[in-house]
């Protein structure tokens, strides 16, 4: 399998766990994304199973609903997908915690 056919996978799998996690069924989630909804179930579904992977704007927008960073979608390593879903569920306490833990890590230069 190659590895772009294995992102895809990952892709389709991750929205499915996010999907899951909000409590919402296929078609659900591609409403609230602003999927029309005579094809809204069909839609979530193929980007599940991985036939199709949507454009970065319906990610985005599907990840605002879900309330994940579509960055999760996207992730190369599913640990680091883990830490992007639980860092996007985090109080704005919990965040700034996760952060002085980190500090000792040297992060990017400023933009």
């Known amino acids: ?20 996690a909000a409590g919402l069924s296929q078609k659900q989630l ?12 069909t839609r979530i ?9 949507p454009d970065p704007n319906v990610a985005i927008a ?4 879900l309330k994940v960073s579509a960055a999760f979608f996207y992730a190369p390593e599913d ?3 883990d830490l992007i879903f639980r860092l996007g569920r985090a109080s ?5 915690a996760i952060f002085r833990h980190l500090s000792h890590i040297e992060g990017p230069p400023p933009l």
């Open 1 to 20: 399998m190659s590895r772009e056919i294995q992102l895809v996978n990952k892709w389709g799998k991750r929205l499915k766990q996010a999907r899951l």
């Open 30 to 41: 591609g409403i609230e994304a602003g999927i029309d909804p005579g094809v809204a179930s």
């Open 45 to 53: 579904n193929r980007y599940e199973v991985g036939v199709h992977k």
């Open 62 to 65: 599907l990840g605002k609903v």
């Open 79 to 81: 640990d680091l997908a």
């Open 92 to 96: 704005a306490a919990e965040r700034r």
